[in-house]
């Protein structure tokens, strides 16, 4: 039985274990410690299955520049889960839990760098052609790993220059 609840004081370890085991560097664990020191950790969550942190995702705020400027914005990034757990649907769980607490905060639009064929079960869509920059989009093309999701009714999206939290500025 899996269970997403909020992190606590107590699982801080857990999550930094669980980043570092499912990423191939502990960049993305140095990331959650960062966000979690900075303030920026908008909403973390665990998957839990008998009383072992298997799962986790991170949501911190964004800020847009240009048109969409008036809209809160946060982005989904990391989100792991033990490889030895992977593949049995915990991950959209975590997504799905996320994605409601995020709505529920009052969050208009979220943003992420995923899989291409992962996110879209979600809603999220490429957010270059809706016109959405990001550094992480350099020069011409789509670069469709780069997606938006509206999470409340009647948004209506005109583009940005969107930018993670400075503590992305510490990935490698
Ligand atoms: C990405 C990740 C969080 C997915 O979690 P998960 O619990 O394995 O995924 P789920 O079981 O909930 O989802 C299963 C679905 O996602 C698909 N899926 C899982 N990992 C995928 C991947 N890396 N690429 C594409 N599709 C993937 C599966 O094929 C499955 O789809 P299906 O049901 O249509 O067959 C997990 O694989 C992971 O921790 N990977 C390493 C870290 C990482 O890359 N994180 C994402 C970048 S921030």
Redesign the pocket.
């Known amino acids: 039985m899996i269970q997403i609840r909020s992190e606590t004081p107590q699982d801080i370890a857990a999550i930094h274990a669980v980043n570092a085991a499912?990423?191939p560097q502990e960049d993305?664990a140095n990331l959650v410690d960062e966000l979690r020191k900075q303030g920026a950790l908008t909403v973390s969550l665990v998957a839990e299955r008998e009383r072992q942190i298997v799962?986790h995702i991170a949501f911190s705020p964004m800020t847009i520049e240009g048109a969409d400027s008036h809209f809160k914005a946060v982005g989904?990034?990391?989100?792991?889960?033990?490889?030895e757990?992977?593949?049995?649907?915990?991950?959209?769980?975590?997504?799905t839990a996320g994605i409601d607490a995020c709505r529920d905060l009052g969050f208009d639009l979220m943003f992420?760098?995923?899989?291409t064929?992962?996110y879209p079960?979600f809603g999220f869509v490429p957010a270059v052609p809706l016109g959405y920059q990001s550094i992480y989009t350099p020069g011409e093309g789509d670069h469709p790993y780069f997606m938006v999701l509206p999470l409340q009714q009647e948004i209506k999206m005109q583009g940005g220059s969107v930018y993670y939290h400075p503590a992305f500025e510490s990935l490698g």
């Open positions: 499912s990423f993305e799962g989904l990034a990391p989100v792991a889960v033990l490889p757990y992977q593949r049995q649907g915990i991950g959209i769980k975590l997504v992420l760098l995923g899989h064929e992962y079960r």
